[in-house]
């Protein structure tokens, strides 16, 4: 699934910035700065979206700077009911159909369970969030779950082709077709067309109650999993629970020729914003899944081994953690990270 | 659309208007009859063990059992016998174990025919953390309140043209109601501080919308009991990190059927999780909800657990408070004590000896 090569002039990038609510703003100016001091040759153009102010000219030329750039890095965006619904403007004009995250227990963060290592891939577009809902009775609302064997078999074939990249064992459709034989039924069957044409990978099934009640006693046995778009929303954030919560997950929305990064859980954390005490891994490493997107692998290498040495340090954890960290404190312990890593000239990344 | 699921759709909300859930009767005096389903594989056992505890405990007690595999009825539509029908209307107060749905049966799910049957819309599951059976979580203490009849299960699907589906999730005013309504009563009647509404309204706005209004509307008659409303996906985050911030829960049908399963996991299992249903018209079903273990039956080897802690559930709903806590203190002294363990606890006994251990406890209590 290789995009045409995104915007880049004279070796350097430009990556649609939206800083969206909440903590987005204040954690993207830490990516910025980082990016900065790392002399990552990548220039931000910031688009504002945000439930404050946007109309629908706002929204057009986010959507336009995103399909000129190809890439965009987002905070989350606040639902704001007096617009259309439109869960994620860009999942729709850009076709981000599949959302993955690759949650990893990682090294230092205090967790119920250990050794987890599952990616969630989430059919983005359809499903449960097809916004069509009607009242034709009064006091009796209809919702529509739209399943189409197209974007099944996609989201298959995106599922099957990912485990192969990265070589994982088994993949495991997460569904319903006990009780929503057709909806479900369908996505299934569309699995199992296509898991048909990669041999080398065991094909799983299971219902998503039994899937979320294994997840937590036993969440080492899931190695990559598939679903639609409801069960998506629900498995993603039980398994950022289980590896430490909201603040250490990134996660991509992938379409055919865009790509959107963001924090897994696409949660806003209005309550935290401005007060320096968010956790920034997230978002940086969802800049570092950007910079690997960009073919910039030597720097997403560099900020990912700091960001992640900086996490395991206790002293300096945030307050998701259970620590007293700030996020300033903790933005600068990894240049300091990086700095200790050498000189980083053009010449020796 | 289609005519007839309309029709019957509105007839049913007309229905339910008119009907008006009476209270739980308390029966703290005399024997009360209850009826007693053992169902199939594990269950006759269990139910025995059950039985037998109960006997110990000296709870007025008395069970009649009847059989509930579907039977075609006259007119060739599936029902449950008769007599079974019979004996739990005039009960009002059901115990039921695991039942099998035999794949080429021809009948439909034993448990929604319970459910259409006896208008079963609340689903209760109390999910506390056993001491003595260890879970990565140790503090759970909630309870998920899960509207059953409608929903994401109406099971009203079409093929809009090939290759495209369409599944419909029903909400209407009235079982939203009636669901929020139980659930504040149930905070009242049984000491909880807040009831939290679980819901997608951001993206479901109309269906989830109208849930949301119908609980925030009956919260406004239980200013006593806290109200806080709740995206299911921050749930499920918060959940799986601190389950102690969570008291009641109450949500449309899919994510009660997602959260419930999420809950008897903290706590360990399908296994140890009791269950219960409440119906119109007064009649409540409590029932484990693991499956049959067809490779266990009849080895004296299942674990009476989730079967007895919903009997102590159906106890509690009767007022029965005095036999209920003395049940499951003896219950939870035997897990904690863990020297009689059935297999599936981490122990090697046999359900008999679990049974008779709880049985000494109960009566050493007196």
Redesign the interface.
């Known amino acids: 699934y290789r995009s045409p090569p995104p915007a880049k002039y004279g070796g350097r990038h430009t990556v649609t910035l939206i800083p969206g609510d909440g903590i987005g703003p204040e954690l993207l100016n830490h990516v910025r700065e980082l990016f900065r001091f790392c002399c990552v040759p990548v220039d931000f153009e910031v688009v504002r979206v945000d439930s404050s102010a946007s109309s629908e000219d706002d929204i057009n030329n986010a959507v336009t700077a995103i399909k000129r750039n190809g890439v965009a890095l987002k905070g989350n965006i606040e639902?704001n009911?007096n617009l259309p619904?439109s869960?994620n403007p860009g999942t729709i004009c850009f076709d981000l159909y599949a959302n993955v995250m690759h949650c990893q227990s990682l090294p230092g963060v205090p967790t119920?369970?250990k050794d987890i290592d599952v990616i969630i891939i989430r059919e983005n577009t359809e499903g449960?969030?097809s916004?069509l809902?009607?009242?034709?009775?009064?006091?009796?609302?209809?919702?529509?779950?739209?399943?189409?064997?197209?974007n099944s078999l996609r989201i298959a074939e995106y599922a099957f082709n990912l485990a192969r990249e990265k070589g994982r064992r088994k993949v495991t459709a997460v569904h319903?077709a006990n009780?929503?034989?057709?909806?479900d039924?369908?996505f299934l069957q569309c699995c199992k067309e296509v898991a048909a044409g990669y041999p080398d990978i065991t094909f799983d099934k299971m219902i998503?109650?039994?899937t979320?009640?294994?997840?937590?006693?036993k969440p080492q046995q899931f190695d990559v999993m598939v679903m639609p778009n409801?069960y998506g929303?629900?498995v993603?954030?039980?398994c950022?629970?289980?590896v430490g919560?909201?603040g250490l997950v990134p996660g991509v929305n992938y379409g055919k020729d865009y790509a959107v990064f963001e924090t897994a859980?696409r949660?806003t954390g209005k309550n935290i914003a401005n007060k320096n005490i968010a956790n920034p891994t997230a978002t940086l490493l969802a800049s570092c899944l950007m910079l690997d997107h960009l073919k910039l692998r030597a720097y997403a290498k560099m900020i990912r081994k700091a960001v992640l040495k900086t996490l395991s340090e206790t002293q300096l954890q945030t307050a998701d953690l259970g620590g007293q960290g700030t996020t300033s404190e903790v933005a600068h312990s990894i240049m300091q990270e990086i700095q200790r890593g050498g000189p980083r000239t053009s010449e020796q990344i | 659309m289609a005519g007839n699921a309309w029709r019957s759709t509105v007839s049913h909300v007309m229905g339910a208007i008119k009907t008006q859930s009476p209270l739980p009767r308390t029966f703290s005096r005399g024997i009360q009859t209850v009826t007693l389903i053992p169902g199939d594989g594990i269950g006759p056992e269990i139910s025995t063990a059950v039985m037998k505890i109960f006997e110990a405990a000296k709870a007025p007690i008395q069970w009649e059992e009847r059989n509930v595999t579907a039977i075609k009825g006259p007119g060739g539509r599936w029902m449950i016998p008769p007599e079974a029908k019979e004996s739990m209307n005039k009960n009002k107060i059901g115990l039921k174990g695991p039942l099998k749905t035999p794949i080429a049966a021809g009948h439909p799910s034993m448990n929604l025919l319970l459910r259409k049957t006896f208008d079963l819309y609340a689903n209760v599951r109390p999910c506390v953390s056993i001491e003595g059976f260890k879970t990565p979580y140790t503090d759970v203490d909630l309870v998920t309140i899960r509207e059953n009849t409608e929903g994401e299960y109406s099971g009203i699907e079409h093929l809009i043209v090939d290759g495209v589906v369409q599944s419909i999730k029903l909400i209407t005013e009235e079982a939203s109601r009636r669901i929020a309504e139980y659930a504040f009563e149930y905070a009242r009647n049984n000491q909880r501080t807040s009831v939290t509404a679980v819901h997608k309204a951001n993206i479901m706005r109309m269906s989830d919308g109208l849930f949301l209004r119908k609980c925030r509307e009956v919260a406004e008659n239980y200013k006593d009991v806290k109200f806080t409303e709740m995206y299911l996906d921050t749930v499920c985050l918060n959940m799986v990190q601190d389950p102690s911030h969570f008291d009641v829960l109450v949500m449309p049908n899919l994510y009660g059927d997602i959260l419930s399963d999420l809950c008897a996991g903290l706590i360990g299992g399908l296994g140890v999780t009791p269950s219960g249903n409440i119906g119109a018209n007064g009649v409540a079903i409590f029932e484990s909800v693991h499956g049959t273990a067809p490779d266990i039956a009849g080895k004296d080897l299942a674990n009476p657990t989730a079967l007895l802690l919903s009997a102590v559930m159906m106890l509690r709903h009767m007022g029965l408070h005095g036999h209920a806590k003395k049940i499951e203190t003896a219950c939870f002294d035997t897990i904690r004590d863990e020297k009689v363990l059935t297999k599936d606890l981490g122990g090697n006994a046999k359900c008999s000896e679990f049974t008779a251990d709880i049985c000494r406890r109960v009566q050493d209590m007196d």
């Open positions: 639902t009911h619904p869960h119920r369970h449960e969030y916004s809902e009607h009242e034709n009775v009064p006091g009796v609302v209809e919702s529509l779950k739209i399943i189409t064997r197209v319903k009780i929503m034989k057709l909806g039924g369908l998503v109650d039994n979320t009640m294994q997840l937590v006693s409801l929303n629900v993603s954030n039980v950022a629970g289980l919560g909201p859980t949660n």
